[in-house]
């Protein structure tokens, strides 16, 4: 039997666990990393929230003159990979190679992981909280902002089941952004 | 000028005890040599310990009555000056404690007149009293790689956002990591 694929996510967090995303450190090193990751993911799940705001977003940063070298390295990447949408109210999208699925999330990962591929990751929260209370994540990133916000949408809001990780290696950005590389025990 | 110093393990999801209160199982899987040790240095180089009350009492009851392999640190505990911040005891009799009831603030900068730190361990009431003054220099976090699903939040809403400096990083061999954060006001 041939190893399943991953489920992957990497996200930026307060210390507090908040994830309100206008607070965090946005630079170039930050870019980048998301940039690498990107290498190892040949598909992306979003829920709708994230996915229009991400649409509405990155197909024009890729040529935006405004865009930093790393921004659009990440544009560029990010644009071409495979996107999934789940929602059951989205009527079209427009961003290059994505679509749209009214199935259940759980059962279309259940059946991707079954087919060949690299890794697939979790692009909106709410999706990484409904993998979670499945145990279906594999390996997460967790990028530690140095702020505590005390406000907003917790990364962790509605996962009640205990999970065990394993540290795999950590980094240390210059603007202080601890990534905290992380297996979960199965 | 001595710093006040936040202390306390986490869960990843934020929490510093489970469901019931003093549930800290998940310390065990952080808990060891080089956790010990740090804990030790801190004690070491610590002018008091700070408490809200419902962690001085939980503390109290703890390290007077530990034996064995904890006799070290019950003892370091037991004799080390502490103060519990609280309006509604009315005493406190833990070896070596103060009581304090008010001007929070006039106790804390008599504090940090020591060359040596105070440390503010659990009190996730007092924390939010203390950040919310301006008065926590450090925040030194032990990461727990364990999400619990549910429990008491170290970190409470409400608050005024506070901006962080870090300091530095130490990854345990068992897979906690300690992050240590100047907060701005003092940078």
Redesign the interface.
Same mark, same amino acid.
């Given at each position: 039997m041939t190893a399943e694929r991953k489920v992957t996510f990497a996200v930026n967090v307060t210390?507090? #666990?908040y994830t309100d995303h206008t607070?965090g450190i946005v630079d170039n090193e930050l870019h980048d990393f998301f940039t690498r990751q990107l290498d190892d993911v040949d598909m992306l799940l979003f829920g709708r929230v994230t996915f229009q705001m991400m649409e509405s977003y990155w197909p024009h940063a890729e040529s935006d003159p405004e865009s930093t070298g790393s921004e659009k390295m990440f544009a560029q990447k990010f644009n071409a990979l495979p996107k999934i949408v789940f929602s059951q109210t989205l009527q079209k999208t427009e961003w290059n190679n994505s679509r749209i699925m009214r199935s259940n999330l759980v059962e279309e990962v259940l059946k991707l992981k079954k087919q060949p591929g690299k890794d697939i990751s979790a692009g909106s929260i709410s999706i990484f909280q409904e993998l979670?209370r499945h145990n279906l994540i594999d390996e997460c990133w967790?990028l *530690?902002h140095? *702020?505590? @916000?005390?406000?907003g949408k917790?990364?962790?809001d509605g *996962? +009640?089941? +205990?999970?065990?990780? @394993?540290?795999v290696d @950590?980094k @240390?950005f210059a603007s #202080?952004v *601890?990534v905290?590389h992380?297996e979960l025990k199965k | 000028m001595g710093k006040l110093i936040m202390w306390n393990l986490m869960t990843l999801d934020g929490y510093f005890e489970g469901t019931k209160k003093w549930d800290l199982d998940f310390h065990t899987e952080v808990w060891g040599d080089e956790l010990e040790q740090v804990s030790l240095e801190q004690l070491n180089q610590c002018n008091s310990l700070v408490f809200g009350r419902v962690t001085y009492e939980g503390m109290a009851a703890y390290w007077t009555t530990a034996k064995d392999e904890q006799v070290e640190i019950a003892d370091f505990m037991n004799k080390i000056p502490k103060i519990v911040i609280s309006k509604t005891l009315t005493k406190a009799d833990w070896n070596n404690t103060r009581l304090v009831k008010d001007n929070i603030e006039g106790e804390v900068a008599k504090l940090k007149q020591s060359v040596k730190d105070s440390y503010i361990f659990g009190s996730a009431e007092l924390s939010v009293t203390l950040m919310k003054l301006g008065l926590i220099d450090e925040y030194r976090i032990c990461v727990v790689p364990v999400v619990l699903g549910g429990g008491t939040p170290l970190f409470k809403p409400n608050s005024e956002q506070v901006k962080l400096q870090l300091l530095s990083t130490q990854v345990l061999k068992n897979g906690g990591i300690i992050l240590r954060y100047a907060s701005n006001a003092n940078n």
């Open positions: 210390l507090d #666990g607070v979670m967790f *530690v140095p *702020v505590l @916000t005390q406000k917790r990364l962790f *996962v +009640a089941n +205990a999970i065990n990780l @394993t540290l @950590t @240390t #202080g *601890v905290l992380y | -």
